[in-house]
């Protein structure tokens, strides 16, 4: 009822197309200018992995510990990670909103194997071997029934009944000395995998940290010598719009780069990222790729200087 009456006093808008696009294809949005974004598509497994390394294969793990021990706090983490894992499925530009909830979930794996890896190794958690057989039999007839009754009490709530004397066979083993020495072995194993992947992960972070911290419009190269170089072209180009053109210019460039020239170069640009007429946008991308004279007549008649990235490097011509 809410709803019904607050839509009509239009005060609330449409939906955008990009929220749209978290919930049809991103070819089916209506606005061409989503649909190109690289940034827009479908998430992939590449794409996870580039952003969130081991941890990606750690969390489910991480999800299912939670899924078996409802409480208020993990029916909290459970509802945050399906919802970020749908919206990022949806759009690779928000598999941001995958980190906190992975690092969590990676987390009370991570810690969970620990502890149990620590009570292995240092405290032992050993137990007295099963009693031999012979005095077994010696318990009175009627002590098996009770010890199997004894045993299915003992079992957890959340292991079936009809898997009760599995349970059981394997906790008899877990507790045996045996299972004491090959738990052993296993923490042992946990514990040099979390060295050496844990450091892995650490370097890779660092790697990515730099990456990602560095500014879109310069950024680092490497010759075919090894020779390390600032690329600044963009921030020249900017320059040389701010200092070499008319106040009044207008600046004809796709719109990846329309707030920079307006924000640096101080000039109007033809389109930028909160362009939302569609004729607009597919106009500025048929002038750019068409041949140099039909785009030439196009273009003398709606702007007074063009910007080209040329040399190689540009992805401009995959995002249309």
Not at 44 to 55: P, T
Not at 79 to 105: D, E, H, N, W
Not at 138 to 149: C, F, L, M
Not at 178 to 202: C, D, H, P, S
Request: proline letters at 5%.
């Amino acid at each position: 009822a809410l709803i019904s009456f607050v839509l009509p006093s239009g005060y609330f808008g449409p939906l955008s197309s990009r929220v749209r696009g978290l919930f049809v294809q991103h070819t089916r949005t209506g606005n061409p200018l989503v649909d190109s974004v690289a940034e827009h598509q479908p998430a992939s497994q590449q794409a996870y992995y580039q952003y969130l390394n081991v941890i990606c294969n750690i969390a489910p793990i991480g999800f299912l510990m939670v899924l078996f021990k409802i409480t208020d706090q993990s029916a909290f983490l459970l509802l945050y990670a399906m919802v970020t894992y749908f919206f990022s499925a949806k759009m690779v530009r928000l598999i941001i909103l995958t980190g906190p909830i992975a690092a969590i979930l990676g987390g009370l794996f991570i810690g969970s194997m620990f502890d149990w890896s620590v009570a292995q190794l240092i405290t032992g958690a050993s137990t007295s071997p099963p009693p031999p057989a012979d005095e077994v039999s010696k318990k009175a007839p009627g002590s098996s029934k009770k010890s199997k009754k004894n045993s299915a009490s003992t079992t957890p709530d959340f292991v079936p009944s009809e898997l009760s004397d599995l349970y059981g066979t394997f906790s008899s083993k877990y507790s045996s000395v045996e299972g004491q020495f090959f738990r052993k072995i296993g923490a042992l194993i946990f514990g040099f995998a979390l060295f050496t992947y844990g450091k892995g992960f650490g370097d890779y972070c660092d790697k990515m940290a730099v990456a990602l911290s560095n500014p879109s419009i310069m950024f680092k190269a490497q010759l075919r010598s090894g020779q390390t170089i600032i690329i600044d072209d963009y921030r020249e180009a900017y320059w040389w719009l701010r200092d070499n053109t008319p106040s009044d210019s207008r600046i004809m460039a796709w719109w990846d780069y329309g707030y920079q020239i307006t924000g640096i170069a101080n000039r109007t640009t033809i389109a930028d990222g909160n362009t939302w007429n569609h004729e607009h946008i597919a106009l500025l991308g048929r002038t750019l790729t068409a041949p140099e004279k039909e785009g030439h007549r196009a273009a003398r008649h709606l702007a007074d200087y063009i910007l080209i990235w040329a040399g190689g490097g540009g992805d401009d011509l995959a995002k249309r």
